[in-house]
């Protein structure tokens, strides 16, 4: 049998390896085995297992010819101060060869409190866009036709309100909702366990998803109602295969919500987008991005019955990892976000942001921005990485990892199930404390040199502080305050008043949906948080479980 | 900050607070203080909150605390987080289902380690209701996670406990095995809007069955505690209980014997220190263990010495 | 005397949702054998001072990532002194440029520990000078 001689031929490597190895001590921990033979792959069966690109189980990619008839879209994140600000930011990206936008709110816009609020003070500006009206989304697409751009924003517990605002503006520019393309993130269940940003109790934010699953997907039907996201999960510090875990298992819940309210599987999965990270060590993130679209596809398929092809798809955008870049030799993070990239596209992801080098110490500036999104462009350019689709396929390391991630994100699919599903195991508390775990072990394997991060515990150097970083200065507060002062002057205030009303009568009744109701509101330029203030009422508010 | 009970007999809660502290820590002066207050105390209604982890006692206590504002009272709350044994730190993190409390200045919150010290740790908590007392908080919460007998103890502090349980998932079983069922006088089923909440109610029925009868038989209520359901059955049952205390009289029994506890406690505390100190400082001790350890003697004749000698 | 615990207060001011830093070192002040009074995301400067205030806290650590620092942090430390706590600790951590930090100082924040300090660093500092 071939088996047995590569077996023997193996033992002999292995013992041959010692000596030299033991030179070598703090390679000897690692977590991967230093090579990997078909005997890492016994039983493995292509057709199975991979297929063709575009083939179910999709573990090769979601299309047959990925990147060889079109580039993934170069999305960067951006969004600060003023909606005037960051609408010449988004200019500049859409002049410069930015393919799609991705916007940024600001803390006070994502949970739901107008800049005149005094929770949102010191805030206003800081992480994205303030946005309290229809106005500033007005401002905040000027001269940017709605039905060319494909937009994603970052927008969760308010995500309802937001996108009400965005089919008005694009109303506005005569550009009707079934042609508009993008993605909210509207993924409430990682904000709980990851992320931070909720406003609602578990069950109205979910009626509040459903809602917008339904009202898509008959109005806005090119719209991605949801991305199910890793990336802050991993932020918070989980594995790779947690990442996995936790973001299908919340993939999950939310189909079963949706089944519940009685929708069909194929009408609304394959609106169901994803949003993994891209972390520091480049294979094991590859085999990442594959064992999810092979997992996904396979519980589609099996789980829930899903014909359509393209509800078994698992698409997505991937972001590199913000935690990974260090505010020291900060110029070392164009090198680390360039690998991470790298990882994405080898993975086969559907868009990317790079993150800037500065973004350690503040928002980036325009300079490290475009460095950031030349990083993508020399990537599919120049490297190759993304001439052959899949270019890793059939890598005995990389399938080997690849099953044993699908594996290890199976048996905490399983225990979550068991648990009653991911909404349980949040309330619990037990994805907190497991991604928790993993973040503190992360630190102390740093703290104590086992794992090494260049310029943080080792090759440190005297290092000057960075300059010209940017700043955003109370001033965006108080013309932002100015401007909603205006803004409810001039409106119809009588309006005002009976559209929240209706949206409160609305909202204590869980069979309306409430998505037409908030347009109305957005429409009569209520603001964002009279909006969410209304539904505050009603819902209450989310308190945490925290076991540390 | 130097500590003043001029200060904290003027009702300034930084005064209320590093009392605690002294007491807690047991610095210089933590018996004046404890001398003083306590011809104060015995006015406050203690309560004890426990239950499994997860249980929701927190998000209950919180809901019962603001019932009691409602209804004018002032309300303290003692809450109790785990010490780790290893290095002797803790994560207490109760308040934050009780943030909402935190600016009203009718409400006096601290959380506390259990610290592991031996046997004294029900007398902290006791000492710090009890200076919660005097301070003149009108209800007091004892809140504890009821795993183990230390737990059990500190709720022992309480005129009335209250143990929470939830459905499903064992919690009922783990209960009745840390023994917090038999001190029960209330009990709540939160999160009962959850499969097997009748179950659980059928086994805690059950369960108070098997006890003696008694004339108080403990109410089941039934709470969701984060959609403020049910507070007022319980506070309603709480409120009977006391009630139920002071016209039988078991109060004044129940207290009496806490001072009997207490007292016992104390003396037992002091003694032992007495006699560590007497003997490690002179460093006969070390010489015991050695003489011990080399089966020379045995530790019930050196043990008999050693006290014989001091208590002659 | 029994041992005087260090009680440590780990707030996060703001609105920010970052939190993977206040709760490493949450923990790692644990594993040195301190009392940490978690209080979670999204605390007022009031009910920072109210929770120090009524824990009597010997140190009020700030976690911020969100670039709100410059504001709460000193409305923290004012809050701090109105109440009479001028000898608690304040310190802060989180994405905070250098420029930023003397400011900070100056208005009685402690110390600023930026990513990348390891937790010994925090730990260190907070014994020597509690």
Not at chain 1, 105 to 114: A, E, K, R, S, V
Not at chain 1, 338 to 367: C, K, W
Not at chain 2, 281 to 305: I, N, W
Request: proline fraction near 3%; glycine fraction near 8%; charge should be negative.
């Amino acid at each position: 049998m071939a088996n047995e001689s590569l077996k023997a031929k193996l033992e002999k490597y292995e013992a041959d390896c010692k000596k030299a190895e033991e030179k070598f001590p703090e390679r000897v921990g690692l977590k991967h085995k230093k090579v990997y033979t078909p005997l890492d792959l016994e039983g493995f069966d292509y057709e199975t297992e991979l297929g063709l690109p575009g083939e179910y189980p999709y573990t090769r990619g979601v299309q047959p010819t990925m990147y060889r008839s079109r580039f993934w879209t170069m999305r960067m994140y951006a969004g600060f101060a003023t909606a005037e600000e960051s609408n010449k930011r988004y200019r500049y990206l859409i002049a410069n060869g930015g393919t799609g936008l991705s916007v940024a709110f600001d803390l006070p816009t994502q949970i739901g409190y107008d800049s005149d609020d005094v929770m949102a003070q010191g805030e206003i500006g800081k992480v994205g866009v303030a946005i309290d009206t229809l106005k500033d989304m007005e401002i905040l697409f000027d001269q940017i036709d709605l039905s060319k751009v494909s937009t994603s924003m970052t927008i969760n517990a308010s995500a309802s309100v937001l996108l009400a605002m965005y089919i008005a503006v694009a109303e506005k520019q005569g550009v009707p909702a079934s042609a508009l393309r993008g993605t909210i993130q509207n993924d409430i269940l990682k904000e709980y366990s990851a992320r931070g940003t909720y406003i609602f109790p578990v069950k109205p934010s979910m009626r509040l998803i459903t809602n917008i699953f339904e009202y898509c997907s008959k109005n806005v039907p090119k719209w991605n109602t949801i991305s199910i996201s890793g990336y802050h999960i991993r932020e918070a510090g989980s594995t790779a295969a947690q990442e996995v875990a936790f973001t299908i298992a919340d993939g999950i819940a939310y189909i079963e919500a949706a089944l519940k309210a009685g929708m069909k599987i194929d009408d609304f999965a394959g609106r169901l987008s994803f949003f993994w990270n891209a972390h520091n060590n480049v294979l094991e993130e590859v085999a990442k991005f594959r064992a999810s679209r092979r997992l996904w596809a396979r519980i589609l398929k099996e789980r829930f019955g899903a014909q359509n092809a393209k509800s078994m798809k698992l698409r997505f955008h991937t972001q590199t990892a913000g935690s990974m870049l260090t505010a020291q030799q900060p110029n070392n993070n164009i090198v680390r976000v360039a690998l991470q990239a790298a990882a994405a596209v080898m993975g086969g992801t559907q868009s990317l942001h790079t993150n800037s080098r500065d973004e350690a110490l503040a928002l980036p500036t325009t300079e490290s921005v475009t460095i950031a999104l030349r990083t993508q462009q020399i990537i599919a350019y120049e490297s190759g990485l993304a001439d052959v689709v899949d270019p890793l396929g059939g890598s005995y390391y990389v399938e080997a990892m690849t099953n044993a991630i699908e594996k290890e994100a199976m048996e905490y699919i399983k225990k979550i199930d068991e648990m009653g599903g991911a909404v349980e195991a949040i309330e619990k508390g037990y994805i907190q404390k497991e991604i928790q775990d993993s973040a503190y072990a992360w630190q102390m394997a740093v703290e104590s040199g086992e794992k090494t991060i260049v310029g943080v515990n080792k090759f440190q150097q005297e290092e000057k502080p960075v300059e010209g970083l940017l700043r955003v200065d109370a001033s965006a507060g108080e013309f932002q305050k100015k401007k909603l002062a205006q803004v409810k002057a001039e409106r119809d205030n009588a309006k005002v008043a009976e559209e929240l009303a209706k949206l409160e009568k609305a909202a204590a009744d869980e069979s309306v949906n409430l998505m037409p109701v908030i347009l109305d509101c957005v429409r009569a330029y209520c603001s964002l948080g009279e909006i969410c203030g209304v539904l505050r009422k009603v819902f209450g508010e989310y308190k945490p479980h925290v076991t540390l | 900050m130097e500590f003043s009970m001029k200060d904290f007999w003027n009702g300034s809660r930084r005064a209320l607070a590093r009392a605690i502290t002294i007491v807690e820590n047991e610095q210089d002066g933590y018996e004046e203080i404890m001398k003083e207050i306590y011809h104060h105390t015995g006015r406050a209604q203690v309560i004890g909150v426990t239950g499994a982890p997860g249980a929701g006692k927190s998000t209950l206590s919180d809901n019962l605390v603001k019932f009691y504002r409602k209804m004018g009272k002032t309300v303290g709350v003692c809450a109790i987080d785990p010490t780790s044994p290893f290095s002797g730190g803790a994560i207490l993190g109760d308040r934050i289902r009780m943030n909402d409390l935190t600016l009203d200045q009718g409400v006096y919150i601290r959380s506390m380690g259990t610290r592991g010290s031996l046997g004294g740790l029900s007398r902290k908590t006791a000492d710090a209701v009890k200076l919660m007392d005097a301070w003149g908080l009108d209800v007091i919460f004892i809140e504890t996670v009821g795993v183990g007998q230390s737990e059990v103890d500190i709720v022992k502090n309480a005129d009335t406990t209250l143990v929470v349980l939830v459905p499903g998932l064992g919690d009922d079983i783990q209960a009745i095995k840390a023994g917090i069922l038999e001190i029960g006088d209330v009990f709540t089923i939160n999160k009962c809007d959850r499969d097997g909440a009748d179950r659980l109610n059928v086994e805690i029925e059950m369960m108070l069955d098997l006890g003696e009868a008694q004339d108080w038989r403990p109410p089941i209520e039934r709470t969701i505690a984060n959609e403020g359901k049910g507070i007022e059955d319980v506070v309603n049952g709480l409120n009977e209980h006391r009630k139920y205390l002071e016209e039988s009289g078991l109060l004044e029994e129940r207290r009496r014997e806490r001072v009997r506890t207490e007292m016992a406690e104390m003396i037992h505390d002091r003694i032992s220190r007495h006699v560590m100190q007497e003997i490690t400082e002179t460093g006969k001790f070390a010489d015991y263990v050695e003489r011990v350890y080399e089966r020379q003697t045995d530790p019930y004749t050196v043990v008999d010495s050693i006290v014989g000698n001091i208590f002659k | 005397m029994a041992d005087k615990k260090i009680r440590v207060l780990v707030a996060k001011p703001g609105l920010d949702g970052h939190d993977r830093g206040a709760k490493v070192v949450a923990r790692a002040l644990r594993d040195a054998g301190m009392e940490v009074i978690y209080t979670g995301l999204r605390q007022t400067v009031d009910q920072i001072v109210e929770a120090a205030d009524s824990e009597d806290v010997d140190v009020v650590a700030l976690s911020l990532l969100s670039g709100a620092h410059n504001t709460l942090f000193p409305e923290v430390v004012e809050g701090l002194k109105k109440k009479g706590m001028n000898d608690v600790l304040v310190i802060g951590g989180g994405v905070i440029p250098a420029a930023d930090i003397p400011g900070l100082e100056a208005a009685g924040v402690k110390a600023i520990f930026t990513p990348g300090t390891p937790t010994k660093d925090i730990i260190d500092f907070i014994k020597a000078n509690v």
